[in-house]
């Protein structure tokens, strides 16, 4: 079965850095767009980045574009998301998700940026 783990998240100081993975199986990862999502303390379900199955990103969301990069490892079924200058507005759940078949999501991470 498709299995999705996200690891990286923690408390961190405003300007800090943390980087999220999200381990994949039970699927040809590398046949596959992944994605990232966030969920703010209000609920919303926020888009961040996607990536292609040749890791290039498509397109950030304006509010992590500059500060967030996305990337993969196929040989290790792995997507990570390297987050720079965190600010609490970056305070969420992160999510991946596997663009295959009906789509699927991980437990997800928290992170929370705070002072």
């Known amino acids: 079965q498709v299995q999705l783990v996200e690891s990286g998240g923690g408390l961190v100081q405003p300007g800090g850095s943390l980087r999220l993975s999200c381990a994949a199986s039970g699927f040809k990862f590398s046949d596959y767009p992944m994605t990232w999502y966030r969920q703010v303390p209000s609920g919303e379900r926020e888009w961040v980045v996607s990536?292609?199955?040749?890791?290039?990103?498509?397109n950030y969301a304006d509010s992590v574009k500059g500060r967030f990069t996305v990337s993969r490892d196929n040989a290790k079924k792995t997507v990570y998301l390297q987050m720079e200058r965190l600010q609490p507005e970056d305070t969420a759940v992160y999510y991946c998700?596997?663009?295959?078949?009906?789509?699927?999501w991980g437990q997800g991470t928290q992170v929370t940026v705070s002072s």
């Open positions: 990536i292609s199955v040749a890791g290039r990103p498509i």
């Open positions: 998700r596997a663009e295959y078949g009906p789509g699927y």
